[in-house]
């Protein structure tokens, strides 16, 4: 139980959120899973993480909410005794073209998808560098390199994410803190389940692997970078895109 690894997933209840749950406690961690609102997906993802030896905690927690975000790693900390995993993964779409963009639909998006990652980097990075030991790694996307129609809040929200975390990685690098961005392509989730399937259709032809992405496929690379044989990697913004941004 001693060296166990602990680490805190944000948005774990569903999608990619859930595969990462799952591939750090198959990697030998004990996880604590950040929801929003879905309590019953993130009690799922404890019992199924729990059958892999893992344990678990569920913590409902906003966020894009400063006093939330850390109420929740002192409650982690309290629990598990320290906090070596911090993947944020929370995030959401309000889609529309700019021109018909509300300004709310703007606000939320950023609060949630980069003042989120912001407060939750903010939260464990003391104790990190206190013990000297540490690995953040966040959810991009390929939108936040690209661009994409159609999406300008989640495009710059995603973009903040990469300035942020090359930022960090050089603030945390001489603490033993690595800091890493993943920028997945389409995965089939709850996120990309509402698009229309001409949409989807359409966007086959962009992928030289010409097919959507698996939660699992990020979660790989999500764990494999909070892993100790990652330790000379940082800063860097990782796609797992079936090659569309290359
Ligand atoms: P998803 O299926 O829609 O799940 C979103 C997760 O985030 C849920 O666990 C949700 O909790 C949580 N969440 C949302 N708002 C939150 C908040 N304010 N505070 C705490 N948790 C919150 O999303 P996904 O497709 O797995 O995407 C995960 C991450 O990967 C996101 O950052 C997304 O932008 C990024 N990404 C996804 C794709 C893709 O194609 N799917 C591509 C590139 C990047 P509840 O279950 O409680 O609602």
């Known amino acids: 139980m001693e060296n166990r690894k602990i680490a805190l997933v944000t948005g774990g209840s569903r999608g990619i ?4 749950c799952l591939a750090l406690a198959k990697s030998g961690a004990d996880v604590a899973v950040n929801y929003a609102g879905k309590e019953e997906a993130a009690q799922q993802t404890c019992r199924m993480c ?3 030896g893992a344990r678990t905690l569920a913590i409902q927690a906003d966020v894009a909410d400063n006093a939330q975000v850390n109420a929740m790693v002192d409650q982690v900390i309290a629990q598990f005794g320290r906090l070596d995993i911090l993947v944020c993964n929370a995030g959401i779409t309000r889609d529309n073209l700019l021109m018909r963009m509300a300004e709310q639909d703007f606000d939320q998006v950023i609060a949630t998808n980069l003042k989120g990652v912001w407060n939750c980097m903010k939260a464990v990075c003391r104790p990190m560098m206190k013990q000297r030991w540490g690995r953040i790694v966040s959810m991009s996307s390929v939108v936040g390199v690209a661009g994409n129609a159609g999406q300008v809040n989640y495009a710059a929200s995603k973009a903040g994410v ?8 050089r603030e945390l690098g001489s603490r ?34 010409g097919r959507l992405g698996q939660a699992e496929e990020v979660a790989a690379l999500a764990a494999f970078l909070c892993s100790e044989q990652a330790g000379y990697i940082t800063g860097q913004v990782i796609h797992v895109d079936g090659g569309m941004a290359m």
């Open 50 to 52: 729990e059958e892999l």
């Open 17 to 20: 959120g859930r595969a990462v």
């Open 162 to 169: 990469i300035g942020m975390t090359k930022s960090l990685a």
């Open 176 to 209: 033993g803190v690595t800091v890493n961005a993943i920028a997945p392509g389409f995965i089939e989730t709850d996120m990309t389940a509402v698009l229309p399937e001409n949409i989807k259709e359409g966007l086959l032809g962009s992928i030289p692997l």
